[in-house]
C-alpha cells in the first residue's frame, strides 16, 4: 500500500484515566453516579507491518487521539441514606476496573461530588471513608473559581456546556457503553432539560417541572474534571471559564 493512500487508522491506547462524578440527591431527587474512561493514545495510519517493525512514528503516521467513554450510569433508591452512598461509592471505587493499575498505565479512579446543596456534612463523610474528592458546588453565575482545598465554585452553564461539546465533539465523542442499562433514562432526562433566561438576565438550567437531572449532573461534573488543565497551580480566585 502506498503510503500517500488514506488508511483507517488504528488507535493505540497509552494511557487511562477514570472520572466517577456524583451528584448527590435531596428528599425528592434520587443521587446519581457516572464514570467516564478517557483514553490518551494515537491514531496509528500505519500497516500492520509497519506498526509491528516500529516505522509509523518515523514515518509520520500517528497522530495524539483520545477517547471518551461513559462505562458507568446509574440512579440509586430514592432516599438512599448518604452514609449507605458513600460505602456504595467507595466499593465501586475499589473495583478492579476503577484501581490504579501500572501494567495499563491506569490512574486510580478520580472522584468528584456535587457538594452545594448538602453541605459540608455529607463531603466529610466522604473524606471518613478514606475517600478525597473533589467538592463542587453549582453556581448560577458565569466564572468558576477555585475556593482551595480540592473545592470549587463551578458555573453550572460551564459543566453542562462541556458536556453538550463533548457528546457532540466532532472527533472525540463522548461515546456511551452499550452495557449501560439506564442510558434510555439519561437520553430522556437530555430531553428534559431546559435552559431559561431569567428577568435579570441569568441563564437557568434545570430538569422540567416533576422531572430529574441527576445523570445529566454526575455525567457533567465527570466531564468537567476531565476537561480541566492538569498540574494547574492553586490559586484562589477565577481561573477561568470554558
Not at 5 to 10: F, G, L, M, S, Y
Not at 21 to 39: R, T
Not at 131 to 145: A, F, H, R, S
Request: overall charge neutral.
Amino acid at each position: 500500500m502506498e503510503l500517500s493512500q488514506e488508511r483507517k487508522p488504528t488507535f493505540l491506547p497509552r494511557k487511562k484515566r477514570h472520572v466517577m462524578g456524583v451528584d448527590l440527591g435531596q428528599s425528592k431527587d434520587p443521587s446519581a453516579v457516572c464514570v467516564i474512561e478517557f483514553c490518551e493514545g494515537v491514531d496509528d495510519h500505519g500497516s500492520p507491518y509497519e506498526r509491528h517493525t516500529n516505522q509509523t512514528t518515523a514515518l509520520g503516521l500517528q497522530k495524539k487521539a483520545e477517547r471518551w467513554r461513559c462505562v458507568h450510569l446509574e440512579s440509586l433508591p430514592l432516599n438512599k441514606k448518604y452514609g449507605d452512598v458513600v460505602r456504595y461509592v467507595a466499593g465501586l471505587l475499589a473495583t478492579p476496573q476503577l484501581k490504579a493499575d501500572v501494567d495499563e498505565n491506569r490512574s486510580a479512579c478520580e472522584l468528584v461530588i456535587d457538594a452545594g446543596g448538602v453541605g459540608r456534612g455529607v463531603a466529610e463523610m466522604f473524606k471518613d471513608a478514606g475517600l478525597d474528592p473533589i467538592c463542587v458546588t453549582l453556581t448560577g453565575g458565569m466564572e468558576t473559581n477555585a475556593k482551595g482545598g480540592n473545592k470549587f465554585n463551578v458555573a453550572k452553564h460551564d459543566a453542562v456546556t462541556l458536556l453538550d461539546a463533548r457528546i457532540h465533539h466532532d472527533r472525540f465523542p463522548l461515546i456511551f457503553s452499550k452495557q449501560l442499562t439506564e442510558l434510555e433514562a439519561f437520553l430522556q432526562e437530555i430531553a428534559d432539560f431546559k435552559r431559561d433566561v431569567t428577568g435579570a438576565g441569568r441563564t437557568v438550567y434545570e430538569a422540567r417541572e416533576g422531572k430529574h437531572d441527576d445523570r445529566i449532573i454526575a455525567c457533567a461534573l465527570a466531564v468537567w474534571v476531565l476537561s480541566r488543565p492538569r498540574n494547574q497551580p492553586t490559586v484562589i480566585g477565577v481561573y477561568g471559564s470554558y
